[in-house]
């Protein structure tokens, strides 16, 4: 289960089904991500053919990262086996 959001949008998303603050066009990916990203136990369980996962440096070591479109990424961290401070950002 996720336990925090940064984003706004991602969290009206994941708890009441609202896309207001996602990009339309993303929508299908982004809902696919969550509902991943609440069924994983560690970063691992994210690493899918097309997210592209990879460990976050500087300022966000310690987050992971997956793919959603061009520069945008969703960002988040695990503590105790829950996602934590997941995120929607533009990664450059």
Known sequence: MIRSFRHRGLRALYEKGRAKGINPAWLKRVRAILARLDASREPADMDLPG???HPMRGDLRGFWAVDVSGNW????????????????????
């Open 51 to 53: 997210l592209r996962l």
């Open 73 to 92: 990424r969703i960002v988040f961290r695990f503590e105790d086996e829950e996602p934590y401070d997941v995120d929607l950002i533009d990664y450059h």
